[in-house]
């Protein structure tokens, strides 16, 4: 784990912000689902990826399984029209 220097209060609500910084080193985008966990006394926050989702877009919509993989029908669309 890498030690940022960044410290944030939590808000009444128990919320806390993420440095425009932190969130661009990390690729996170604006309302990007994140998953929460915690190991002994810490909280670790990851962007959250569902089992079963496109590969090429995220999306969790219309997904088929190719091979490992998973593919929304609409990026598979796209994919097969560009051929």
Do not use: W
């Not at 410290?7 to 969130?23: A, H, N």
């Not at 998973?70 to 990026?75: D, G, N, P």
């Amino acid at each position: 784990m890498k030690n940022t220097g960044i410290v944030r209060k939590l808000d009444s609500l128990g919320r806390i912000t993420l440095p425009i910084e932190t969130r661009r080193t990390l690729g996170l985008k604006e309302r990007e689902p994140l998953e929460m966990y915690t190991e002994g006394d810490t909280i670790c926050l990851r962007a959250y990826k569902p089992e079963k989702a496109c590969a090429h877009c995220g999306s969790i919509d219309e997904v088929v399984t190719v091979g490992e993989g998973h593919i929304c029908k609409q990026c598979l669309d796209k994919f097969n029209k560009s051929l």
